[in-house]
């Protein structure tokens, strides 16, 4: 079993940053891959960044260049970057852990953080 809790997100205007964070406990975090999700009110939940055990990493077209997914195993934490922020990234944010090489799909992955809201308004 891996438990993952999730810290970081608020508020920020269009523009901004904010990182958050997802440290895992319970079995060996650098055999898992990691996968961090969104999921807006009224839509499913989206995939918006990757990571492989090894550190390489994914990500959509809508966030690519903007977010920055990565991890550090020696503290059992991932971490998602984000910049240049915009209206429509206003979400709940989840991590998420499996055994095996990252996918796109929700449900796919075994592992979930409790989520983090992230809201860009001016």
């Known amino acids: 079993q891996v438990q993952l809790v999730q810290s970081g997100g608020g508020l920020v205007q269009p523009g901004g940053s904010l990182r958050l964070s997802c440290a895992a406990s319970?079995?060996?975090?650098?055999?898992?891959?990691m996968g961090w999700f969104r999921q807006a009110p009224g839509k499913e939940r989206e995939f918006v960044a990757g990571?492989?055990?090894?550190?390489?990493?994914n990500y959509p077209d809508s966030v690519k260049g903007r977010f920055t997914i990565s991890r550090d195993n020696a503290k059992n934490t991932g971490y998602l970057q984000m910049n240049s922020l915009k209206f429509e990234d206003t979400a709940v944010y989840y991590c998420?852990?499996?055994?095996?090489?990252?996918?796109?799909?929700?449900?796919?992955?075994?592992?979930w953080g409790q989520g983090t809201q992230v809201t860009v308004s001016s």
């Open positions: 319970g079995r060996t975090f650098s055999g898992y891959a």
């Open positions: 998420a852990a499996r055994s095996t090489y990252y996918t796109r799909t929700a449900t796919d992955y075994d592992y």
């Open positions: 990571i492989s055990w090894s550190g390489t990493s």
